[in-house]
């Protein structure tokens, strides 16, 4: 006798679910490889209550929790060398302003060192680059 | 003779693959956008170089390193230094605070100073060492 085997059936693969999980991941990836700041060198900017206009300035310079200072790459810079390259773009004598972007945590120290080293190399004006916080405490 | 075409069947659309790809692309979007916004405290020419001429003398405000704030030698909470601040500018627009912060006070409580003062409507506000951190080979 011969016995009747029930046939497999072959199911479609349902795509929407596979579709999902992929954006899930994706979704995951996103938020896991998301970098905490929005600088280089882990630089989390200094929170203000106040509003201001953001105008990138034509020379930036990093202050980082560190208390060293970076130009475009990841190699701390001398406040000298920093001088050196505002005073030959000639920002001091352009009446341009120089941007700083500092790290929260840094120290006053630095931040009039490097105040300093722009007065003499002829740089007026500083704008420190803040994230805007209205409801931010200075947690004094 | 009449050929009968087949009828078509109506599917039906499935709703939850349709509410499952709307709420994965809000989430997309929610996460993929950036809210911060970024904003910039501006320092006044060091004293002396011309770039703020105040008609009155500066008002001094110290920050020590635990971020309690002195105006003129004299300690004042964060609001009565808004208000000092204020009744300054009312006085004259273009009055110049000069903040001195310790060296050991961190960016923060400098820019917290600096948002108090543009607060009470200063204008001009820079920076200068505190006199204990003088280094005297600057001069």
Known sequence: MKIDRPRRKFKTIDLLPLINVVFLLILFVLIAGRPTTDHPNEIEVALSTQEAAYIAAPFSVRLGADDKFYLAGNAPKSLSEIAAQVAQTGIGAQGLAVELIADRRAHAAALMDFRQAMAKAGVGEIRIKTEFAPEQGHGN | ?139
Do not use: Y
């Open chain 2, 1 to 139: 003779m009449r050929i009968e075409r087949p009828k078509r069947k109506l599917e039906a659309v499935g709703l939850t693959p349709l509410i499952d790809m709307i709420f994965l692309l809000l989430l997309f979007f929610l996460l993929g956008s950036d809210f911060v916004r970024f904003s910039q405290s501006q320092l006044a020419p060091p004293r002396g170089t011309g770039g703020t001429e105040g008609m009155s003398q500066p008002a001094i405000i110290t920050l020590n390193e635990t971020g309690r704030v002195q105006w003129n030698g004299v300690a004042v909470t964060r609001p009565q230094l808004q208000a000092r601040a204020a009744d300054l500018v009312d006085t004259d627009a273009e009055q110049l605070f000069v903040v001195m912060p310790a060296a050991a006070a961190e960016v923060q409580q400098v820019v917290g100073v600096m948002d108090d003062l543009a607060e009470a409507g200063a204008r001009a506000v820079t920076l200068e060492r505190d006199v204990f951190d003088i280094d005297l080979s600057d001069f």
